[in-house]
């Protein structure tokens, strides 16, 4: 069974920075592309960005381009998401996900199979 665990969540002012963790366990982490999705209160789960089994290839939602780095160390089993001039839009739950190919569809969450439970990430302005 694959155990994601997501950290590194909380109060951050606009403008400011925040570094998301996901630590993965259970099986060889560098088999799996990986994911953060993020949920506002209401809305639908959406995509923010996705990495490449050895971090070659990365991706990002428009919103976020330019402003969030994601990485991965496959020796610590880690995942990473670096937020930075945050925006009170950014304002959300954080999830990782994993797969064990990088989706088609990167956004459609349900082509994700592994998940944490998440990390809240909350921007004053």
């Known amino acids: 069974q694959v155990r994601l665990v997501e950290s590194g969540g909380g109060l951050a002012q606009a403008g400011g920075s925040l570094r998301l963790s996901c630590v993965v366990s259970?099986?060889?982490?560098?088999?799996?592309?990986m994911a953060w999705f993020r949920q506002a209160p209401g809305k639908e789960r959406e995509f923010v960005s996705a990495i490449s089994w050895n971090g070659d290839n990365t991706y990002y939602e428009n919103s976020v381009k330019g402003r969030f780095t994601i990485s991965r160390d496959n020796a610590k089993n880690t995942l990473y998401l670096e937020m930075n001039s945050l925006k009170p839009g950014d304002t959300a739950n954080y999830y990782c996900?994993?797969?064990?190919?990088?989706?088609?569809?990167?956004?459609?969450?349900?082509?994700?199979?592994?998940w944490g439970q998440g990390t809240q990430v909350t921007v004053s302005s």
């Open positions: 996900a994993a797969d064990w190919r990088l989706p088609g569809a990167l956004g459609n969450q349900y082509e994700w199979h592994y």
């Open positions: 259970g099986r060889t982490f560098s088999s799996y592309a």
